[in-house]
């Protein structure tokens, strides 16, 4: 690892980035209004933009208004992680019957808190089964005693049914009760202070584009993805690295220039360029302490990649060897695959080791200096083979190998039978080379041979 590099003139700052990649690679933080489902809204966003593929944070349902994070395009590999990260609520609670004090209903929320079975509502999207969801925090902001009517403030995880909560609640407090209102302050890290905007506002952003060219209230509405991964601990790779994790490549330690304290094995982290664009999503493999001591190894696995491949030039297979190779395919040494043909020289065939041969690979990674007493086994296996075929007279055609599977699996059944039948005490059995082991034979003398 070092901290030279050469920069690129690929890529951009997220918030310089082109108009139509910038909306391409953004998300909208919308405060979903009542009435139609999220599945709408998403669609409607869809046709106003007039991209291919939108996404959201979370269900909600009609009725319900708030954050409802919308990604769009690239985003869209962001939305599994949003949709799993935590929810804060502020609902509005209807009780049947009066109650004691408010402070009973501050106890009784309060008390609904950690881990809580729920069971979906009688109207609802998803199967009807028992499950655990968590709460994290919740308090009573309001109560009116005359309406019977409490707001509420709830923290809890992804996939908590509200309205269940509220019902508990009635059963908890022995009156009865049931959800009046709700709606959602904030997803994951992004709340409603966070530029929330409306449908109109995106309507009107791209009304103020398509007739005036002024890209800035688009870019006021939609936020680069990046905002989403803000918590994330962050390795910053070489522009020379880029391209090759787009295509899969792992995220090796010689390729990061700068890295986070504090990361910690099997951590999610974003990887980013030095322009601050996100590459990918990874899982650490190794810690901060280990990072800074180390010079070789691999950093992390990718998790989800972000980033359109080809955004930086490929990098990759510019080594003596690949040059070489290069060569040699350009003056038809080698096939247009990099594969020996006719004219290839022999050093080449005996020196060259190509690791996509799984033959050759074995062998690449046998030793050289292997010890008689190692080779002392192979060689009596051999010998025992050849004895075989001494003994057996050749076939015809060799069988292909669905066959040959097939004779084994006959030959194991027979040794099985033979062997039990052999510990039993039963009846003699008739020894016949083809089938039976050796071992199962008295001495090699009794072996009855097949014409």
Not at 91 to 109: F, Y
Request: hydrophobic share 35%; net charge positive.
């Amino acid at each position: 690892m070092t901290a030279h590099y050469t920069p690129l003139s690929s890529g951009a700052n997220p918030l310089k980035r082109e108009i139509s990649d910038y909306v391409r690679s953004g998300f909208i933080n919308l405060d979903k209004p009542s009435n139609p489902s999220s599945h709408e809204v998403v669609a409607w966003i869809r046709r106003i933009l007039r991209v291919e593929k939108t996404g959201h944070s979370g269900t909600l349902d009609p009725k319900v208004t708030g954050c409802l994070i919308v990604c769009i395009e690239r985003a869209t590999r962001l939305v599994k992680s949003q949709q799993s990260a935590g929810k804060e609520y502020v609902g509005i609670v209807r009780l049947h019957n009066a109650i004691e004090s408010e402070a009973q209903l501050a106890r009784a929320i309060e008390t609904l808190t950690g881990a809580l079975f729920q069971r979906p509502p009688l109207i609802a999207a998803v199967k009807r089964q028992l499950r655990v969801r968590t709460i994290y925090e919740s308090k009573l902001v309001e109560y009116d005693p005359e309406r019977r009517l409490g707001i509420f403030w709830v923290s809890c995880e992804a996939g908590t049914y509200i309205r269940t909560l509220c019902v508990h609640l009635g059963l908890l407090l022995g009156v009865g009760g049931q959800m009046q209102e709700l709606r959602r302050v904030r997803s994951g890290i992004l709340g409603e202070k966070d530029n929330m905007v409306t449908m109109h506002d995106v309507l009107d952003a791209q009304w103020q584009y398509d007739n005036n060219k002024d890209d800035s209230y688009l870019r006021r509405v939609i936020l680069p993805l990046e905002k989403l991964l803000t918590s994330h601990k962050r390795l910053v790779m070489k522009d020379s690295a880029v391209n090759a994790i787009c295509y899969g490549a792992k995220i090796m330690l010689p390729g990061v220039l700068r890295y986070e304290d504090g990361i910690e094995v099997n951590q999610e982290i974003v990887v980013i360029t030095t322009k601050g664009e996100a590459i990918c999503l990874a899982i650490a493999l190794m810690t901060t302490a280990v990072i800074s001591t180390c010079d070789h190894g691999i950093v992390a696995k990718i998790k989800r990649v972000i980033m359109e491949r080809d955004t930086y030039p490929r990098k990759w297979g510019l080594g003596p060897k690949a040059s070489q190779k290069k060569m040699m395919i350009q003056k038809g040494l080698l096939d247009k695959h990099g594969k020996p043909n006719e004219s290839t020289p022999d050093s080449w065939k005996k020196e060259y080791v190509d690791y996509r041969d799984a033959s050759k690979k074995e062998a690449a990674a046998v030793p050289r200096g292997v010890s008689e007493l190692e080779r002392a086994p192979k060689r009596k296996r051999e010998s025992e083979s050849e004895n075989e075929e001494a003994v057996t007279p050749p076939s015809s055609a060799t069988p292909p190998p669905e066959e040959l599977s097939k004779k084994e699996k006959k030959k194991k059944k027979k040794e099985k039978k033979a062997k039990e039948a052999a510990e039993s005490g039963g009846e003699q059995i008739e020894v016949v080379c083809n089938w039976v082991v050796p071992q199962y034979c008295p001495s090699m003398a009794d072996i009855a041979v097949s014409p």
